[in-house]
C-alpha cells in the first residue's frame, strides 16, 4: 500500500476574480472546478490544474473576499514547486510574467515568483511525462506540468515527524529535513517568525491515495497516534485530515469520482457547481457570490 505523491495543495485567497486572472491566465492552468467551501458555503473554492484536473496537479483556493493577508510561519507551507520541461521554459516564463507585471528571480534551474497575495512559487525544471493545460499564450513545450514540491517551516526539531513520514506515510528520506513521495519533494527550513492565516497562505497538502486503500491509510494514521478524521465526502474525492506534528495540516484524498463527475469534460469549471447539501442555497449564493467566467466559456477556441 503506497501514496501516489501529492493530490492537491489549498490556499487561502481574498480575491476570486484575481485568482481566476492568475492562475487560468497568467500561468496558463485550467479552472476545473467553481464551487463553494463545504463549511462556508458563502465562500468559492476554486480549482486549477491540467485539462483533466488530474491528481498531482491541482491548486486550490478558498476565497474569503477581503481576506488580509498572512504569512507563513512555524508549521505552514511557504513555497510551492511546479514543474517545467526546461530551462528555456525558465526563460519564457521570466518574459511572461515581466509582461503580466510580476517580477521573478532566476537562480540556476529555478525561477521564484509570488503571486498577487504574495504566495511564492518556485518553477524547476522536471522530467515527469505528463502534459499541461491547454493555453493560447503559453506553448504546450513551456507549459506548466504539476505540482513537484513544497518547502514548510517546521514548528519542532525533525525527529518530530520522520517516523510518520517515513515509516507510516512511504516517503523516502533523501538529505536532513528532505524527503521524496513518488517524485514530490517535501522539505522543512527553520520558522524564522510568527505565522498566521491569512490570503496568500497554504491551508492544507492532500497526499493521493488509491481508492481502495483509503479506509486502511485512516487505520494507518491512526495506529501510528494521529487525530484523524473520519472519511469524508467531497464530491470530486472523498479524504481524511489530521494535523502532523510539525503542524502542517495532512489530508489524503482519493482519486475517484474526479472533476467529470459532474461536468462533460470539455466544460470543467464553467458552471457553479455546490456540494449536495448546499443545493438547496443555490438561488441565494448565485446573487451573493461575485459572478466569475471560466476563461474557457468565454473563449471556447482556445
Known amino acids: 500500500m503506497t501514496l501516489d505523491g501529492m493530490h492537491h495543495i489549498t490556499m487561502i485567497t481574498g480575491d476570486a476574480t484575481q485568482n481566476v486572472a492568475f492562475y ?12 463553494v467551501n463545504f ?22 483556493w478558498f476565497e474569503f473576499a477581503g481576506a488580509q493577508p498572512g504569512r507563513a510561519g512555524a508549521g505552514m507551507i511557504h513555497t510551492i514547486d511546479l514543474g517545467v520541461p526546461s530551462t528555456e521554459s525558465l526563460d519564457f516564463w521570466s518574459e511572461r510574467l515581466a509582461a503580466k507585471g510580476y517580477t521573478s528571480e532566476r537562480v540556476e534551474d529555478t525561477l521564484t515568483f509570488t503571486d498577487y497575495d504574495g504566495l511564492r512559487f518556485r518553477l ?15 506553448p504546450a513545450e513551456h507549459a506548466i506540468r504539476g505540482v513537484v514540491g ?7 526539531d525533525l525527529d518530530a515527524d520522520r517516523a510518520l513520514l517515513t515509516d507510516t506515510l512511504g516517503f523516502t528520506e533523501t538529505g536532513e529535513g528532505e524527503y521524496d513521495l513518488g517524485g514530490f519533494r517535501w522539505a522543512y527550513d527553520p520558522a524564522t517568525e510568527y505565522g498566521y492565516q491569512g490570503a496568500g497562505t497554504v491551508h492544507h497538502i ?3 491515495s488509491r481508492d481502495e486503500d483509503h479506509v486502511a491509510w485512516q487505520q494507518r494514521v491512526a495506529q ?4 484523524v478524521t473520519p472519511v469524508i465526502d467531497r464530491d470530486y474525492f472523498d479524504a481524511i485530515y489530521f494535523q502532523q506534528p510539525q503542524g502542517v495540516l495532512f489530508e489524503i484524498a482519493t482519486t475517484s469520482p474526479g472533476f467529470a463527475v459532474d461536468e462533460d469534460p470539455d466544460h470543467l469549471g464553467e458552471a457553479l457547481r455546490l456540494p449536495k447539501q448546499h443545493e438547496w442555497l443555490r438561488s441565494q449564493l448565485e446573487k451573493q457570490l461575485i459572478p466569475l467566467v471560466n476563461p474557457r466559456a468565454a473563449a471556447p477556441t482556445a
Request: no cysteine; glycine share 10%; proline share 6%.
Open 206 to 208: 492532500a497526499w493521493h
Open 150 to 156: 513544497a518547502r514548510a517551516y517546521r514548528a519542532r
Open 124 to 138: 524547476v525544471v522536471t522530467d515527469t511525462p505528463r502534459a499541461g493545460a491547454i493555453h493560447p499564450e503559453v
Open 24 to 35: 487560468a491566465d497568467v500561468l496558463g492552468l485550467r479552472l476545473v472546478k467553481k464551487t
Open 224 to 227: 501510528a497516534g494521529m487525530q
Open 39 to 60: 463549511d462556508a458555503p458563502e465562500a468559492y473554492h476554486l480549482y486549477f490544474g491540467d485539462e483533466t484536473g488530474a491528481p498531482g496537479t491541482i491548486l486550490t
